[in-house]
């Protein structure tokens, strides 16, 4: 991967909670050049798309996930990785602003909704998924983290006995079913996922690292025990047959210009709790 996740070389890394918030929808915001507080780099009209809107880029994602999308509503949306990401490829297509539409992460990854030119939201190519949803290439590999209550006693050796939980559409549900076969409970979104660890419903949740470590450092009460190497990477997603050889151009390029690696600096460095790198790697026993 060319994205760095080598976040030694940042102070903190990750990714923050996606809550499933279906139906709303709206306009960031229209900073210089209608992208907010991006600064964008790329060569303007160096990639080319046909906009499902002329003259926006429209890109779906799951609010909140702060560091990615700064903001809890599509209009109050100003910065972040994902949402500059998406401004540098609206700058490179020409465009002038980005439209962001929040929709769940269960109704995006399922191809639902199809009235978008991009969607950018921590999501983990799957074999499954593409059957129903074009991929980008990948911009940001991820593990599978465990997040628990402070002081709980929960241990890479005692895990299986606990009980496990993670929220629907996401690629840590069939980990903890199939691979780790602990005693597992499903939540609809991420929200009521954090709510059950906090309440003693569940000994462990189960998400991507980067975001379990942002949990654990907004609520002050849970902490990251382990982490498991699952080799995933995220990739935005395209509607079935649309412009994605476009994109892909511009997302090569920005990997390979040091776009994405700036983009961690500014936005997730400072956002996240901890560096993944630094969390005990376990092994299902």
Same mark, same amino acid.
């Given at each position: 991967?060319?994205?760095?996740?080598?976040?030694?070389?940042?102070?903190?890394?990750?990714?923050?909670?996606?809550?499933?918030?279906?139906?709303?929808?709206? $306009?960031?915001?229209?900073?210089?050049?209608?992208?907010?507080?991006?600064?964008?780099?790329?060569?303007?009209?160096?990639?080319? !798309?046909?906009?499902?809107?002329?003259?926006?880029?429209?890109?779906?994602?799951?609010?909140?996930?702060?560091?990615?999308?700064?903001? /809890?509503?599509?209009?109050?949306?100003?910065?972040?990785?994902?949402?500059?990401?998406?401004?540098?490829?609206?700058?490179?297509?020409?465009?002038?602003?980005? /439209?962001? *539409?929040?929709?769940?992460?269960?109704?995006?990854?399922?191809?639902?909704?199809?009235?978008?030119?991009?969607?950018?939201?921590? !999501?983990?190519?799957?074999?499954?998924?593409? &059957?129903?949803?074009?991929?980008?290439?990948?911009?940001?590999?991820?593990? !599978? $983290?465990?997040?628990?209550?402070?002081?709980?006693?929960?241990?890479?050796?005692?895990?299986?006995?606990?009980?496990?939980?993670?929220?629907?559409?996401?690629?840590?549900?069939?980990?903890?079913?199939? &691979?780790?076969?602990?005693?597992?409970?499903?939540?609809?979104?991420?929200?009521?996922?954090?709510?059950?660890?906090?309440?003693?419903?569940?000994?462990?949740?189960?998400?991507?690292?980067?975001?379990?470590?942002?949990?654990?450092?907004?609520? $002050? *009460?849970?902490?990251?025990? $382990?982490?498991? *190497?699952?080799?995933? *990477?995220?990739?935005?997603?395209?509607?079935?047959?649309?412009?994605?050889?476009?994109?892909?151009?511009?997302?090569?390029?920005?990997?390979?210009?040091?776009?994405?690696?700036?983009?961690?600096?500014?936005?997730?460095?400072?956002?996240?709790?901890?560096?993944?790198?630094?969390?005990?790697?376990?092994?299902? &026993?």
């Amino acid at each position: 991967m060319k994205v760095k996740r080598s976040f030694a070389a940042l102070a903190a890394s990750g990714l923050v909670l996606a809550l499933a918030a279906c139906g709303s929808s709206g $306009g960031s915001g229209s900073g210089s050049g209608g992208f907010g507080k991006c600064k964008v780099t790329g060569k303007k009209n160096s990639i080319s !798309i046909k906009p499902v809107t002329a003259g926006t880029l429209t890109v779906e994602t799951t609010l909140p996930a702060q560091g990615w999308w700064n903001g /809890t509503t599509p209009g109050s949306i100003k910065s972040g990785y994902e949402y500059c990401m998406a401004a540098d490829l609206a700058h490179r297509a020409g465009l002038k602003s980005v /439209t962001v *539409k929040n929709v769940s992460f269960d109704q995006l990854v399922a191809g639902r909704t199809n009235t978008y030119d991009i969607a950018l939201a921590e !999501i983990s190519i799957t074999a499954e998924r593409a &059957k129903v949803v074009d991929f980008s290439i990948p911009y940001f590999d991820s593990n !599978i $983290g465990v997040l628990v209550r402070k002081n709980s006693g929960v241990t890479e050796d005692n895990i299986k006995s606990k009980t496990c939980a993670a929220y629907t559409g996401t690629t840590s549900v069939p980990f903890i079913q199939d &691979k780790l076969k602990c005693h597992v409970r499903i939540y609809p979104n991420s929200q009521t996922l954090y709510q059950g660890l906090l309440s003693g419903q569940v000994d462990a949740d189960f998400l991507d690292t980067a975001i379990v470590l942002a949990e654990a450092k907004a609520t $002050g *009460k849970l902490d990251v025990v $382990g982490q498991y *190497k699952t080799g995933e *990477k995220y990739g935005a997603i395209y509607p079935k047959g649309s412009a994605k050889k476009a994109f892909n151009q511009g997302i090569q390029t920005m990997l390979k210009d040091g776009t994405t690696d700036q983009l961690s600096k500014d936005y997730l460095g400072p956002a996240f709790g901890g560096d993944p790198s630094s969390v005990p790697v376990w092994t299902i &026993k």
